[in-house]
């Protein structure tokens, strides 16, 4: 199975900061890698998809970045409604794991 | 407008069954390959199963091989996730979700809690 390192597991910033967040894969997934926001008592919601790619509706501020195994979330100017769960997954191969998460909170 | 409804969660005692369901509408179901990903309380996510939009080829998490089965009816726009020989461990909320390589459409939720 591939892991998945996460990090930080959690975050304090201010709004207007740039944040980013990454994530490493234990072998290489050929950018097979997403990145999902889950605000508390909701579904996750799907905000990059095969690592730079912006999902529909997504604000232009939310970016994703790197290959092979290294993989960043950059969110360059943070808003009061991105104060939420990040979290990487991989879809390479079953199964496809998660990230454990990383918590952004206001500073 | 794309939407996902899950139902057939509830409590069960160790050991018991439940059969989820998920009721898609807004697009041609039998096109997209469908996902179940769950939550324990006040954990991350746990991906658990995949199924092709044929329904010909299913992949499973390690922790519920030989224990779940997901499956689909096109016909009905529904997935399905049966759920057998239920453990403690199992207690979450499980999503159903569009989509294989990146899941674009999630469900609400509904809530399994497996407990004597």
Known sequence: ?107 | EVQLLESGGGLVQPGGSLRLSCVASGFTFSSYAMSWVRQAPGKGLEWVSVVTSSGDNTYNADSVKGRFTISRDNSKNTLFLQMNSLRAEDTAIYYCARGRYFQDYWGQGTLVTVSS
Do not use: H
């Open chain 1, 1 to 107: 199975d591939i892991q998945m390192t996460q990090s930080p597991s959690s975050l304090s910033a201010s709004v207007g900061d740039r944040v980013t967040i990454t994530c490493r894969t234990s072998q290489t997934i050929n950018n097979y890698l997403n990145w999902l926001q889950q605000k508390s008592g909701k579904a996750p919601k799907l905000l990059i998809y095969s690592a730079s790619n912006l999902q529909s509706g997504v604000p232009s501020r939310f970016s994703g970045g790197g290959s092979q195994t290294d993989f960043t979330l950059t969110i360059s100017s943070l808003q009061p409604e991105d104060f939420a769960t990040y979290y990487c997954q991989q879809t390479y191969s079953p199964p496809y794991t998660f990230g454990q998460g990383t918590k952004l909170e206001i500073k």
